[in-house]
């Protein structure tokens, strides 16, 4: 089963570009990735998208940047959610490239610093596995809307 996530806000560009029939709305905040806050991105994950990736749904975020083809949510966090999800249900340590460069080392050094709490989290959802892969994947752009509340709005509307 294919699952789609939009993450808010310049992920809504994604309604306009994409036919999306089955979406849900997410937040993975850049902000924690520029802060290095990897507890409260784990913490605030979606468990509607932790589910389903136990289940081995494929599921798609969707995000778009103001400044660069991926936005920082994309490019930082998911290889930081995918890390922490292959250690903590599967068992293995993934090797992690991120702008060419191997990041696995740090993003160790991130996962055993997290809090008990967040690692409970994580293993919590870890009694539904079911695939021995994560199966999280992006799609992204750039926006031209950055910012652009109404046009946002509106579209979520059309779109409902």
Known sequence: MIKNYI????????????????????????????????????LELDNDLLMNLALGNECYIFDYSNKH????SIWQGIPFIRYCLSVCWLDK???IIVREHNVTNYLRGCYYKLSKRTKAKLKYFKKFLNT????????????????????????IIKNT
Not at 21 to 30: A, D, E, G, L
Not at 69 to 72: A, G, H
Not at 132 to 155: A, C, K, V, W
């Open 93 to 95: 340590e993934p090797k």
């Open 132 to 155: 021995d892969t994560i199966n999280l994947h992006h799609i992204s752009s750039r926006t031209t809307h950055d910012g652009d509340y109404i046009y946002y709005r509106e579209l």
């Open 7 to 42: 993450n808010l806000t310049n992920g809504i560009e994604a309604l306009e570009r994409w036919y999306l029939p089955n979406y849900t709305f997410i937040r993975i905040k850049s902000t924690y990735c520029e802060q290095k806050a990897w507890d409260s991105l784990i």
């Open 69 to 72: 083809l991926t936005p920082r």
